[in-house]
């Protein structure tokens, strides 16, 4: 088989489609098979077109790096034919083609060969008359996309996978149209829409809207025949109709009218407008009215045209204006007469509204009128300067009338701060009533006078600082009256007699507010207290400080931090010539321990008393035979005084250094059951808080090896019969007490914490018992801020103070707290 029967041969199945035959020449043969051919690069456009490119003139020559041709951009742009639609002409000259090959008169081209082959396809000579050839002689519109089943269908594949079907259009719901969009040829050379609808079958295929160019061609020729009198021609006169408006459809009408346009102003709403938008030239009286033109609702359209009115006899356009401003002008005064008679309307309700507002207020007013009358006659009741002593009410009825204006006019007493009126009324009759009173004879006198006006005149909204002009009425009778009592009473007071002052203050705290009771504390009390310890001198004063300046010690607290700086600079020079003989010293500090900071009592001790003491156990001379205790006495007098450490520190420089080394001389004899009861009879001088001290008892294990050492080694000479046993048994028995004792004291302190623990739950469940019992019966129970009893804090209980220990309830009595029952106290306290 030859080559040409490969590249040249046409199949039959192929018709219509022309083929160039690919035939192998003596050329090609010998320019494959010769050596020596010249060999060229392949041009751009060589790459771009194949065989199709264009061949200069001058492609026999030898191409040299120099020489390049520069590119000819006077020649005709050719393109690639895309397979367009060819020319009317081009198509019917085809067709006749076509049909005579058809009839097979004709022969048939010859395929063109590679010489004869087409150098490029063009699409069209722009200045030339050449027409349009396809790619490969393929004619147009037969056999498009077959070339695929020679391939392997890439792309049918691959819209198949997203969704395409044959025979259906493009798209997700196959909305796409299947053929191109074909072209209709106008008929002449006029404008788009001269020639009627140029839609094409396809379009309306793909497009099913009805045109509005065929609706107006229709309305059109619908009035081209309205000229005539009658357009149906049946010669009949229609009758006009008429439509009539009731007032009350015009009214409706004019609501509406209101209501889809804004107010206007009353000077905008008479406003004369001409309208020259129409026809005729026309008049409105408001813009409301113009702004209605065009809606007219509740109405048909008009039964005959305009054309149809022209055509009428009766046309005259003066007095159908005329006539149509009269019904306007009418329709207006209708509708303002029924808006003024709606304004008439909505004026008598908002005035009945108003009358019954005023009504209402009226009886307010009258009602507050009455009250106030009423306020006036008791106010009038209180004594004025016009009457005379001893006829005005007394003290008693006027806190009934305070009662009265609060429990019935409390509006008009908060309103008018009749409170106020105490300061006339109420402060001559209690400055009266004090006048004669002495605070340290009688402490509760006027007391529950003084809690009655408290209940009536102090605000719980006013928290008053100091004594200012905004201070509350009770304040204001405190400070006033009560005040200047006590005042006189304290610069006659002597400071070492404290039990009375100390009992009226007591009684009279829970009355007074905080800032009265801090300025009596302060300002009256305290400077008295210091000018006192200034003058008191520890060595020739019988009575000991500590008596009246402890019951100090609830009231005043830190108060009495600057008297204690002078206390302390005095005892310690009264205890210059100090000796540990002497225990008054021991009494006179002792109750100061508590009250000084533990830092202040420390650096006390270690600068007045450890240094004495230190010289007395100096002194002590330890002598077996005949042991002189008063000194070691003296010193251990001191335990509670001083602290653990101070102490031990102490006894381990200047005692246990002399008792070891005599120790150390005696076990050399041979007596050692007078030392171990010598040994017992020293340890038995220490308290259990000294031997469980770690230090100590390091010193006593130091004797027992002292003593072991001894008997173990003999030293060569005679050791006692049974010594090794009893000192051994003696050390066995101490190492035991010492481990039976950390033991008992580990379980003590647990116990103590199990015991706190239990005893704060119960008292907690106590006060919470007591609070429910105070609610039942209407009994007023609280705290009493910053007071305490033996660190116990103090309640009162209605007009009782009490506290609080151990499950028992403890009142305040007249030297001393007295235990008393729940029920006891209830009915005290009502």
């Known amino acids: 088989m030859s080559m040409s029967h490969l590249y040249g041969r046409r199949d039959e199945d192929d018709e219509g489609v022309e083929v160039e035959s690919f035939e192998v020449t003596d050329w090609d043969l010998a320019n494959e098979f010769n050596p020596d051919r010249r060999k060229y690069r392949q041009t751009k456009e060589q790459a771009t077109y194949g065989i199709w490119a264009e061949r200069d003139s001058d492609e026999d020559e030898r191409p040299s790096f120099g020489n390049k041709k520069s590119k000819d951009y006077t020649a005709p742009v050719n393109f690639v034919s895309a397979g367009l639609r060819k020319t009317a002409s081009e198509e019917k000259r085809q067709k006749e083609e076509g049909s005579d090959d058809s ?66 259009g493009l798209g997700k719901n196959a909305q796409g149209i299947l053929n191109p969009i074909e072209a209709k040829v106008r008929k002449g050379k006029g404008a788009v829409g001269a020639y009627g609808n140029e839609r094409t079958q396809q379009s309306l295929q793909d497009f099913p809207v009805v045109d509005s160019e065929e609706e107006e061609e229709k309305e059109f020729q619908k009035e081209l025949g309205q000229w005539r009198k009658d357009p149906a021609g049946t010669g009949v006169k229609k009758k006009p109709k008429y439509s009539y408006k009731t007032v009350d459809e015009l009214k409706a009408k004019g609501k509406l009218a209101a209501r889809s346009t804004a107010p206007s102003a009353g000077e905008l709403a008479q406003v004369k407008v001409i309208d020259m938008t129409g026809r005729e030239q026309k008049v409105y009286y408001s813009y409301s009215q113009m702004s209605n033109k065009h809606s007219v609702p509740h109405e048909g359209p008009p039964s005959l045209t305009t054309r149809d009115q022209k055509g009428s006899g009766f046309a005259v356009p003066e007095l159908e204006h005329n006539l149509q401003l009269l019904i306007d002008l009418t329709e207006q005064n209708i509708l303002q007469s029924a808006r003024r008679l709606q304004h008439e309307k909505d004026i008598v309700v908002s005035l009945t ?131 200047p009592v006590m005042r006189s009473c304290v610069l006659c007071w002597q400071p070492r007699i404290v039990r009375p002052m100390v009992e009226c203050v007591e009684i009279w705290a829970p009355l007074l507010p905080r800032w009265i009771t801090d300025y009596l504390l302060e300002q009256l009390l305290l400077p008295r207290l210091q000018r006192e310890v200034d003058n008191w001198n520890p060595l020739t004063d019988t009575v000991p400080i500590h008596s009246w300046i402890h019951p100090w010690l609830l009231l005043l607290q830190a108060r009495l931090e600057p008297l204690y700086p002078p206390i302390r600079s005095k005892l310690a020079n009264a205890l210059q010539r100090w000796h540990p003989s002497d225990t008054s010293a021991r009494l006179i500090l002792q109750p100061w321990k508590d009250v000084f900071t533990p830092g202040a009592w420390e650096a006390f001790m270690v600068k007045n008393i450890i240094p004495k003491l230190a010289l007395c156990l100096e002194e002590l001379v330890i002598n077996p035979h005949q042991q002189q205790m008063e000194p070691f006495n003296w010193v251990m007098d001191w335990e509670g005084m001083l602290s653990p450490s101070s102490l031990v520190s102490l006894l381990v420089k200047n005692f246990f250094p002399k008792w070891l080394q005599v120790l150390c001389l005696w076990v050399n004899s041979s007596n050692y059951d007078e030392i171990i009861k010598w040994y017992l009879g020293w340890k038995s001088m220490f308290s259990d808080l ?141």
């Open 690 to 830: 000294m031997l469980s001290q770690v230090v100590i008892k390091e010193k006593f294990n130091e004797a027992l090896d002292i003593m072991n050492r001894a008997v173990s080694s003999g030293g060569g000479g005679y050791v006692q019969p049974g010594a090794r046993e009893n000192i051994a048994y003696l050390t066995q028995t101490e190492r035991r007490k010492d481990f039976q004792y950390e033991a008992m004291q580990e379980r003590r302190d647990s116990e103590s914490v199990s015991h706190r623990e239990v005893g704060s739950a119960l008292a907690n469940n106590f006060l919470d018992f007591i609070q429910v019992k105070a609610d039942e019966n209407n009994i007023v129970f609280m705290p009493i801020v910053s007071k305490y009893h033996e660190g116990k804090q103090l309640y009162t209980f209605g007009r009782i103070v009490i506290y609080m220990d151990r499950g028992v309830v403890f009142v305040q009595g007249e030297k001393t707290w007295v235990p008393t029952s729940l029920q006891s106290l209830i009915d005290m306290a009502k």
């Open 103 to 168: 009839d097979g008169s004709g022969p048939s081209a010859p395929p063109l060969s590679r010489g004869t082959a087409p150098k490029k396809l063009q699409m069209g000579n722009f200045g030339g008359t050449k027409h349009q050839r396809f790619a490969g002689g393929i004619q147009t519109g037969k056999g498009l996309g077959s070339w695929e089943k020679h391939t392997k269908g890439i792309g049918q594949k691959l819209l198949q996978k997203m969704g395409y079907q044959a025979g259906k």
């Open 353 to 483: 509204h108003e009358a019954k507002a005023l009504q209402i207020t009226l009886d307010t007013e009258q009602k507050a009128i009455q009250r106030m009358e009423a306020v006036q006659a008791l106010v009038d009741r209180f004594p004025s300067e016009d009457m005379a002593p001893g006829e005005g009410p007394t003290l008693q009825e006027c806190a009934e009338i305070f009662e009265t204006l609060q429990s019935d006019y409390y509006e008009e007493y908060k309103t008018l701060g009749l409170g106020e009126l105490a300061v006339p009324v109420v402060h001559p009759l209690l400055k009266e009533k004090l006048r004669s009173w002495d605070p340290l004879k009688d402490p509760s006198y006027c007391l529950e006078e003084i809690g009655q006006w408290r209940a009536i005149l102090e605000s719980r909204d006013l928290h008053s600082s100091g004594p200012d002009s905004n201070m509350d009425p009770y304040h204001r009778l405190l400070w006033e009256v009560w005040i």
